[in-house]
């Protein structure tokens, strides 16, 4: 059964989801750079261990980065998930992982990298917006995107209502990428295609919003 480690800064909705999704891998530990993220709780009520690394107590990033890492091999971690994780890892911690870390961003990658999505879309006056699942690469938001989540933007959105139908499309597709993962349907070549149920994923794999 494929080890997950879930690595979480803030509410951790995403974490619920997938802790409710009865996945076939299992949840092996929940790990926060935060004391007070209120997922360590969800977790803790899932029975679930948990550590909190505190960036704070690093001077140097790449120590704070080795006790992240020893703590993922300690749990013997297959698949590490990034659930709203709010610090950048260096690229030596995230070449460690490669193929083997998820993140989910609140847009549709490529478009708005970065913080403050919901803001860029109203602004830019997009049409359509969502969410991604992709590997994690050293560059931030650019590994090759798995899942997607889209909705339609509506005249009346506002950066609260598309923050809200995002979540929503979020907490459908991780848990549908992770279930890939565990069952061994998404396999990450090196410098090949990454496949999915034995076919090339060119395109991230589009999940419409249901009305
Ligand atoms: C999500 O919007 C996700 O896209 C972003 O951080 C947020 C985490 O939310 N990376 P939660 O903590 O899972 O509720």
Redesign the pocket.
């Known amino acids: 059964m494929m080890k997950i480690a879930v690595l979480?800064s803030?509410?951790?909705?995403?974490?619920q989801a997938l802790i409710d999704a009865n996945l076939s891998g299992q949840i092996v530990g929940v790990l926060s750079n935060k004391p007070s993220a209120y997922?360590l709780q969800r977790a803790q009520a899932a029975g679930i261990p948990t550590r909190v690394i505190e960036h704070s107590d690093y001077v140097h990033r790449a120590e704070f980065d080795q006790e992240i890492q020893a703590q993922l091999l300690e749990w013997q971690a297959d698949l590490v998930v990034l659930?709203?994780f709010m610090r950048i890892l260096s690229p030596e911690f995230v070449m460690q992982w490669e193929g083997k870390m998820l993140?989910?961003?609140?847009s549709l990658l490529p478009k708005h990298k970065g913080m403050h999505t919901h803001a860029k879309v109203i602004e830019a006056g997009d049409t359509q917006h969502g969410?991604t699942v992709h590997f994690v690469t050293a560059q931030l938001d650019s590994g090759q995107s798995l899942a997607q989540g889209v909705l339609d933007v509506q005249k009346n959105d506002t950066q609260d209502s598309l923050a809200r139908r995002?979540?929503q499309l979020?907490h459908i597709i991780y848990p549908m990428v992770v279930e890939w993962f565990c069952n061994k349907d998404l396999i990450y070549h090196p410098k090949e295609h990454v496949q999915l149920k034995k076919q090339p994923l060119n395109h991230p794999i589009q999940i419409y919003e249901t009305a």
Request: overall charge negative; proline content about 6%; hydrophobic content about 35%.
């Open positions: 979480v803030g509410h951790g909705s995403n974490l997922a659930a709203g993140n989910i961003h609140p969410c995002v979540h979020e």
